[in-house]
């Protein structure tokens, strides 16, 4: 007996000759031009358009995550360039490709135990917690909370991260923030990796035309292949 074929169905967007809509507003003339990116993105993923003070939240959200610096995933992104400088797209997805649970990914975790009311002692490592750098405190995550509060979004999902912060001893990191934020925006929890994967795409582009114009990676290859091998050289 034949399959019965299931419907292929999207509610994203569809265009004609003359008519492209996305979330169902016309692109051309209800989004150019009165949406900027951050609020493009929330449409997309929520399927309205953000309030006011939902936009100022969220692309502060979007905003914390575009660049942090010489970080795995814009060094991966760079050597991925010196060896295919044809294909800047290919070096932007060897940068994200390294957005897990450790780097920048560690948001949808945070959103998923948030949105479960996840068992936090069971939790051998619990996501958004700790820095290398920023303790004992995180100074994007002390502003991002400050505008949470100023547009009204600050909430039982913040609270209670910084709550989990105090018991473990550890600093709400700038993704603990983000994903109890997500949460507090009523964002589905598998859609907030997204909003980081959106964000590090443009810092990874300012890294790879960075690196056109002042290469760093030769350099970076060829002293950590001299340094790595030094031991098995004969001793002078």
């Known amino acids: 007996m034949a399959r019965k074929a299931k419907p292929i169905k999207s509610d994203l967007a569809w265009s004609t000759t003359d008519k492209i809509v996305v ?11 009165h949406l900027n990116l951050g609020d493009m993105a929330f449409l997309v993923m929520v399927g ?22 010489m970080t795995p995933s814009a060094i991966a992104a760079r050597m991925t360039y010196v060896g295919a400088p044809e294909s800047p797209q290919a070096a932007v997805a060897a940068g994200l490709l390294g957005l897990g649970s450790v780097f920048v990914g560690s948001m949808e975790g945070v959103a998923k135990m948030l949105s479960e009311n ?7 490592r619990v996501p958004g917690l700790g820095h290398p750098i920023h303790k004992p405190v995180d100074p994007r995550t002390v502003r991002l909370f400050e505008i949470a509060r100023e547009t009204g979004f600050y909430g039982k999902h913040c609270k209670r991260m910084e709550e989990i912060g105090k018991q473990k001893k ?22 907030v990796r997204g909003i980081g994967v959106m964000a590090r795409a443009i810092g990874l582009v300012g890294h790879i035309l960075e690196e056109s114009k002042e290469p760093m990676a030769l350099e970076l290859w060829e002293r950590t292949e001299d340094e790595a091998s030094e031991h098995l050289r004969p001793k002078k």
């Not at 979330?23 to 031009?33: C, F, M, V």
């Not at 983000?178 to 929890?189: K, V, Y």
């Open 23 to 33: 979330r169902g507003k016309d692109l051309p003339n209800e989004i150019l031009g």
């Open 48 to 69: 309205r358009v953000p309030t006011r003070n939902e936009s100022k939240l969220f692309n502060a959200m979007a905003v914390t995550l575009v660049e942090h610096g």
């Open 118 to 124: 996840a068992d936090i002692e069971s939790m051998k």
């Open 170 to 191: 550890l600093v709400v990191n700038a993704t603990g923030a983000i994903g109890a934020l997500a949460c507090e925006l009523g964002i589905d929890w598998r859609a």
